[in-house]
């Protein structure tokens, strides 16, 4: 995981690199968000799963960076006043409290189109086929079907009666998608990677982006704000339903080691390169912040 993180901090200190003075503030915005520390847990994924099936490391630079900016930028949006109205992210005050809301919208905007600008202009070793599906693999994560639509359920449930379905599916897009296109950006970088591979990737890392997010929503009840560099608490200060409010805590417990389960079966027929991914798999549900 250090070196994973090490890695890819080099790639994002290059993509956030350009001066412009006209847009200095902005610019300063986007750099605070992005470089603000964090888990690093999706570049992480895109270069071990990668590396398990014999990508170059140069190769997994930019969609590992790509990654991160777009979560950076859907963190900058998810604490907005219009959304979850949070003042706090990584220890540190939100991008809107230390900057200003419309400085905030568009650091976000600013960060959504330079990760596919790094997508398509650094990667030019590999084939354009793959390359066009990087970034249609990227795109599906964050449009209506992935993070959009999950932070649009996230807000219909505000005070909403509690359907564990769509609270699944919610996690599933708002979280889920970008963790499970990290797992499949790293395998198309690998040559060669077969169509029944990429399919078990695509449950696993599924599989994992929903334990990750079951596992935030435990720790948003038993969690410490100092520890999570975040406000705990925040759902039921929303009033809005998760995980522990619809099942209690125990089975919430539960729920998230079956999919981290449901992940590792799905890496049954891998090999040993799968070994690093088994490892994340259990991190994700064993970690406390």
Not at 65 to 90: C, G, K, N, T
Not at 102 to 127: K, S, Y
Not at 184 to 211: C, D, M, N, Q
């Amino acid at each position: 995981m250090r070196a994973a993180q090490q890695r890819v901090e080099p790639a994002l200190l290059q993509a956030l690199s350009g001066a412009d003075p006209a847009a200095a503030r902005l610019q300063e915005a986007m750099r605070y968000s992005v470089l603000g520390g964090g888990k690093r847990l999706r570049p992480l994924l895109v270069y071990i799963t990668g590396d398990a099936f014999g990508a170059r490391p140069a190769d997994l630079d930019a969609p590992a960076a790509a990654v991160e900016l777009i979560h950076a930028y859907s963190l900058i949006h998810d604490d907005l006043p219009a959304m979850d109205d949070d003042d706090l992210r990584r220890g540190r005050p939100t991008c809107h409290r230390a900057f200003d809301e419309g400085t905030a919208i568009l650091a976000g905007d600013a960060l959504q189109a330079l990760a596919f600008a790094v997508l398509a202009a650094q990667t030019n070793a590999l084939a354009d086929a793959t390359r066009v599906r990087m970034l249609t693999v990227l795109a599906d994560a964050i449009g209506l079907t992935g993070m959009a639509g999950g932070q649009a359920i996230d807000l219909e449930a505000a005070g909403g009666a509690s359907d564990p379905a769509r609270i699944e599916l919610m996690h599933r897009r708002k979280t889920g998608a970008l963790i499970r296109a990290s797992v499949e950006l790293g395998a198309l970088a690998a040559p060669g990677t077969s169509a029944s591979t990429l399919a078990a990737l695509r449950i696993y890392g599924s599989e994992i982006g929903l334990a990750f997010q079951i596992q935030d929503d435990i720790l948003d009840v038993v969690g410490d704000t100092e520890v999570l560099g975040k406000r705990a608490g925040a759902d039921a200060a929303h009033g809005k339903p998760n995980y522990p409010s619809v099942f209690g805590l125990e089975r919430t417990r539960e729920l998230a080691r079956e999919h981290r389960d449901r992940a590792l079966a799905a890496l049954a027929g891998l090999g040993n390169a799968a070994g690093p991914l088994a490892s994340l798999a259990y991190y994700v549900v064993d970690r406390v912040q």
